[in-house]
């Protein structure tokens, strides 16, 4: 009853709603992308491909940069220069042990890099369902995985990789030309200076009926890599509903402009291939601790290639909490973060929100005003005869 009496104001403030923020998109930022797969190669290498998306804007331009020589990694480098260019020495860069054979020319135009290494998966039987990490099986090390060339469509490009066993880890990393939001669940907000990876594990056999899994991430950067993480409360909405929290991993120092590049994510993890409130599973993250830039650099062709001297800070995303089902349940496990360089998106309500808040709220409240108003007003009417003075 109250549904139909509140969706026509709902569908109308609606419309109003989206062609106004419809001709708010028509003036934000855009960037053109190029994508290139391993530019400059005269044959597909023969260790893992490499992906240059380039995303020029007005004045500058974003290099996303995605490898699986090695450990799968994401890296970006964002210049202030609309023509600057990525340069590829092959047969350096697939011999894997000279920093320099990918560089980003020119060097001058560089304002901030940062990477993303995907370095290990870490699998524990949680016997007692307690989701205490411990009782940890071999980890698998994502640079030893076989990967298959990159599956590109657009600016999306896919990689899948197994240990020569059922089943395999899969990575999609998404450009975008503008600002905009994921199609699935959790829905995450991109700006037009981020990119979102989506990671994935499909039908790795568990070696445990109470397996729980764990995904090591390496943030590497030059002088000033991501190092803490800030958990902030997020706007519960349409878009990712029953999630109030928002994680990113930013840089300690700051510009003048703010942050300089980050990875952020819901605490959220999917158990089915189609994501749903029934099989979303938390997730937790550790702490950032400094790791050895020499190690990651031997671990991933691409830091190899383009840092000298990385310095480096890891954590582990962990999937499931006590009591929530095992992976053995379903064998599949989705997760996402945005990755990008400047400030971190900041969910705002979306639309169908904002109307339902303004029909449920507002109606309240100006009955309340009227109501007030009409009080007042019998009160002044009534008054003045109570307040004669009594002789
Ligand atoms: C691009 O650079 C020009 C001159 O360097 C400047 O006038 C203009 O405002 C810049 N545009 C943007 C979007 O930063
Ligand atoms: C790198 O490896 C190649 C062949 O694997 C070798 O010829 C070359 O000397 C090595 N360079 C350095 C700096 O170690
Ligand atoms: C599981 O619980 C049993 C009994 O309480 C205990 O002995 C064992 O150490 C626990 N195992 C783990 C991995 O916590
Ligand atoms: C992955 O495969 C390699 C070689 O096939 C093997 O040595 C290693 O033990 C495997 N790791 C796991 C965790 O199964
Ligand atoms: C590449 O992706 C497309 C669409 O996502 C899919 O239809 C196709 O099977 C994939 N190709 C390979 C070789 O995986
Ligand atoms: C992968 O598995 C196949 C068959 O299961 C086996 O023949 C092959 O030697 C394995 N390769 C490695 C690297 O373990
Ligand atoms: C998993 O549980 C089934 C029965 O519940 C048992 O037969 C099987 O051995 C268990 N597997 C492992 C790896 O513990
Ligand atoms: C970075 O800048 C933001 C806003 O400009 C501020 O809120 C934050 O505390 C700063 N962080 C550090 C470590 O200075
Ligand atoms: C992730 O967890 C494993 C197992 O506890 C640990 O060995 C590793 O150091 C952790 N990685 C980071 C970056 O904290």
Same mark, same amino acid.
């Given at each position: 009853?109250?549904?139909?009496?509140?969706?026509?104001?709902?569908?109308?403030?609606?419309?109003?709603?989206?062609?106004?923020?419809?001709?708010?998109?028509?003036?934000?930022?855009?960037?053109?992308?190029?994508?290139?797969?391993?530019?400059?190669?005269?044959?597909?290498?023969?260790?893992?491909?490499?992906?240059?998306?380039?995303?020029?804007?007005?004045?500058?331009?974003?290099?996303?940069?995605?490898?699986?020589?090695?450990?799968?990694?994401?890296?970006?480098?964002?210049?202030?220069?609309?023509?600057?260019?990525?340069?590829?020495?092959?047969?350096?860069?697939?011999?894997?042990?000279?920093?320099?054979?990918?560089?980003?020319?020119?060097?001058?135009?560089?304002?901030?890099?940062?990477?993303?290494?995907?370095?290990?998966?870490?699998?524990?039987?949680?016997?007692?369902?307690?989701?205490?990490?411990?009782?940890?099986?071999?980890?698998?090390?994502?640079?030893?995985?076989?990967?298959?060339?990159?599956?590109?469509?657009?600016?999306?490009?896919?990689?899948?990789?197994?240990?020569?066993?059922?089943?395999?880890?899969?990575?999609?990393?998404?450009?975008?030309?503008?600002?905009?939001?994921?199609?699935?669940?959790?829905?995450?907000?991109?700006?037009?200076?981020?990119?979102?990876?989506? #990671?994935?594990?499909? /039908?790795?056999? $568990?070696?445990?009926?109470? +397996?729980?899994?764990?995904?090591?991430?390496? =943030? &590497? @950067?030059?002088?000033?890599?991501?190092?803490?993480?800030?958990?902030?409360?997020?706007?519960?909405?349409?878009?990712?509903?029953?999630?109030?929290?928002?994680?990113?991993?930013?840089?300690?120092?700051?510009?003048?402009?703010?942050?300089?590049?980050?990875?952020?994510?819901?605490?959220?993890?999917?158990?089915?291939?189609?994501?749903?409130?029934?099989?979303?599973?938390?997730?937790?993250?550790?702490?950032?601790?400094?790791?050895?830039?020499?190690?990651?650099?031997?671990?991933?062709?691409?830091?190899?290639?383009?840092?000298?001297?990385?310095?480096?800070?890891?954590?582990?995303?962990?999937?499931?909490?006590?009591?929530?089902?095992?992976?053995?349940?379903?064998?599949?496990?989705?997760?996402?973060? #945005?990755?990008?360089? /400047?400030?971190? $998106?900041?969910?705002?309500? +979306?639309?169908?929100?904002?109307?339902?808040? =303004? &029909? @449920?709220?507002?109606?309240?409240?100006?009955?309340?005003?009227?109501?007030?108003?009409?009080?007042?007003?019998?009160?002044?009417?009534?008054?003045?005869?109570?307040?004669?003075?009594?002789?």
């Amino acid at each position: 009853m109250a549904a139909v009496l509140v969706g026509r104001p709902v569908v109308f403030l609606l419309a109003l709603l989206r062609s106004c923020s419809g001709s708010f998109a028509a003036e934000m930022s855009k960037r053109q992308l190029t994508v290139q797969l391993n530019p400059g190669s005269t044959a597909p290498p023969p260790d893992g491909d490499l992906l240059h998306v380039r995303a020029v804007g007005d004045n500058d331009t974003l290099h996303y940069l995605f490898c699986s020589q090695g450990a799968p990694t994401l890296l970006l480098v964002h210049t202030n220069s609309a023509s600057s260019t990525v340069k590829v020495d092959w047969p350096l860069f697939l011999a894997r042990n000279t920093s320099g054979s990918l560089r980003v020319e020119p060097e001058s135009s560089i304002l901030y890099s940062t990477a993303v290494v995907f370095s290990r998966l870490l699998e524990y039987d949680d016997v007692n369902d307690t989701a205490n990490p411990s009782d940890f099986f071999p980890p698998y090390e994502l640079q030893s995985f076989t990967w298959s060339h990159l599956n590109l469509s657009g600016p999306v490009a896919v990689l899948c990789g197994s240990n020569n066993s059922t089943g395999s880890l899969c990575l999609q990393l998404s450009v975008f030309d503008s600002e905009g939001r994921g199609q699935a669940w959790p829905r995450l907000k991109h700006t037009v200076d981020s990119s979102q990876m989506l #990671v994935w594990l499909d /039908g790795l056999l $568990p070696r445990a009926n109470r +397996s729980r899994f764990l995904l090591e991430l390496q =943030a &590497v @950067g030059g002088a000033n890599p991501l190092s803490r993480v800030e958990v902030h409360q997020s706007i519960d909405d349409e878009f990712t509903p029953s999630i109030f929290k928002v994680s990113q991993w930013v840089s300690s120092v700051n510009d003048s402009s703010g942050i300089l590049g980050f990875v952020q994510w819901k605490p959220v993890a999917y158990r089915q291939p189609n994501p749903s409130l029934e099989n979303a599973t938390p997730c937790r993250h550790s702490d950032p601790r400094p790791q050895s830039g020499q190690m990651i650099a031997a671990a991933s062709g691409l830091i190899q290639a383009f840092y000298l001297g990385p310095e480096a800070f890891g954590l582990n995303v962990s999937f499931g909490i006590a009591t929530e089902p095992f992976y053995s349940a379903t064998r599949f496990l989705s997760w996402t973060a #945005v990755v990008g360089v /400047g400030s971190p $998106p900041v969910d705002s309500f +979306s639309p169908l929100v904002v109307a339902i808040m =303004a &029909v @449920g709220l507002g109606t309240p409240v100006a009955l309340l005003l009227l109501g007030g108003v009409w009080v007042c007003v019998r009160k002044k009417a009534t008054d003045s005869p109570a307040y004669e003075p009594i002789n």
